[in-house]
């Protein structure tokens, strides 16, 4: 018991609460998720304007090429973003260095992936014209993903909540571009929206560097990544981008099964439970260097703090699930009558969130303690079910296939993270074997 508060449970509660707000990861997540709120809640405006300007064939199409784009992106950066993070927190690197190559290597990676993406869209995207493919993937693969390495140097420098303003500002550019879009356009075209996401995204990463620049005082030196980091950004990159295969590609195989309609509506419905990602990547973000920290130290400690964060974000998505559920008849008032159907599709994914934060930080527990083949095995295996699960059920059952699939292989993914992270901590409760990093 703590000897200011010796008698009165009432005070000595009053007196943890107040030094849990005080605390540095509370006031981290507390303001990350006020940027994230802002971020997302430009992205539910843009989302109600577009959803309103298009049909849900055209917005099926729009969100499955993205959803490509998505799946991609990770080997596109070559896991870069989580080398910057070990480089400076873990093993303190020089910020101006690490930066600059890590921003470097993006920008190339991203015209790599550009070019692949224009070589396989007619077997992938058939639908989608060359010159909406090449706006989106600059967007997405190279403009981006400046934005979303500057928010991996401010975690990397302990400061998630500036990387977390710098993509809610990002989303209001966005949002500002949908706007100025749709006003001096009468009649709008995919095309039309995607040169203006296009050209949002690049101003969004110049404002990224000049911001971390200034706010930061980062002065990042051009230069490729070593070849050691590369190895290592590899194992990264082939994780997440299993993550968000398992993710994302349910969307473009909706698109390649020529079922655009049910690709709008089930990327619509995914559009609608965003929100309840804020607390998770929030919190995320404001303790994923420390996963780094404690994973040089102990793996107990490690899994103390993947547990105590799990609660607080299972909790939150849990309630938000609940929330979404009954606020989702909503959709046709906010959207039109044509969404409809995309009420049943958010309601069932309502709790898709909630599965995720069950397993996030587990996950980066996992990866702060250097067990990156291991994160590897356990997404790659949930992608592969999920995408085999996704070509038998889309053809019969369409979005509700999808749903399916998505759901039992989060339920897997949770089940197979927490048994790899509880051996952990009795195999190595030192935290010796972590020297191999």
Known sequence: MDPEYPHDPETEVQGRLHRLTT??????????MLTEVAGMVSQLITLVLIGRAFDKETYGIFAGTV????????FTT???????????AGERGDPDIESGRAWTTVVLGGLVGVSFVLATCSLIVPQVSIRVLLALALGELVFSQITYTGRFCAQALDRPANGAQVVATVWALRLLAAIVYLIATPDPTLAGW??????????????TVFALNRVLHLRPRVGLARAHDIRRGLGFSLTIGASYLKNDADKTLLLTFAKPEAAGLYS??????????VPVRALADS???????????SATDTYRLARRTTFIGGGLTLA????????APLLPWLLGEKWEPAVVATQWLAFVPFLVALQMYAFNALIGLGRQKECLFVTVGASVLNIGLNLVLIPRYTWKG??????????ISIAALWVLLRREVHRAPSGEHLRTI
């Open 402 to 411: 999808s749903t399916a699939a998505t759901i039992t292989a989060e339920m």
């Open 268 to 277: 619509l419905a995914y559009r609608v439970i965003t929100p309840l990602y």
């Open 23 to 32: 605390t540095k990861m509370f006031r981290d997540t507390s303001w990350t």
């Open 67 to 74: 959803a490509f784009m998505n799946v991609i992106s990770p």
């Open 320 to 327: 938000g699930g609940i929330a979404t559920m009954a606020c």
């Open 287 to 297: 303790t994923f260097a420390r996963f780094f920290r404690e994973g040089n130290q």
């Open 78 to 88: 070559v896991g870069m973003g989580y080398v910057l993070v070990q480089r400076i």
């Open 194 to 207: 995607s040169y203006f996401h296009m050209t949002a995204s690049f101003v969004g990463a110049m404002l």
